[in-house]
């Protein structure tokens, strides 16, 4: 069983920058690392997510403003944020999937990203 914490949100004003961290209790090397958002009301999204190669895909809304990394020797993935808007208020999460054995899906507890002025 993987545990993953995120840390690093909080309250920031519109056009600043915040780094979310996400630190697994196991290895990562071999899982695919995500960063979702669920905001007030809707329902959980995919922001972001790095493959095992290091491949990186981003939701339309973020990018060229989100950038999502990894640091295998560190168990641990990022997600830098600038130029934040309003609309980027939302729980974030980090996933971490492996689909070979041992085989899981696991979820942070999430941290809260306030982008308001």
């Known amino acids: 069983q993987m545990q993953l914490v995120e840390s690093g949100g909080g309250l920031v004003q519109p056009g600043g920058s915040l780094r979310l961290s996400c630190a697994a209790s196991?290895?990562?090397?071999?899982?695919?690392m995500g960063w979702y958002r669920q905001p007030p009301g809707k329902q959980r999204e995919l922001v972001a997510a790095i493959t095992i190669l290091g491949r990186t895909i981003y939701a339309d809304s973020v990018k060229g403003r989100f950038t999502i990394s990894r640091d295998n020797a560190k168990n641990t993935v990022y997600l830098q944020m600038n130029s934040l808007k309003p609309e980027d208020t939302a729980v974030y999460y980090c996933?971490?999937?492996?689909?070979?054995?041992?085989?899981?899906?696991?979820w942070g507890q999430g941290t809260q990203v306030t982008v308001s002025s």
């Open positions: 996933n971490a999937y492996r689909n070979t054995a041992p085989a899981g899906d696991w």
């Open positions: 196991g290895s990562i090397f071999n899982c695919n």
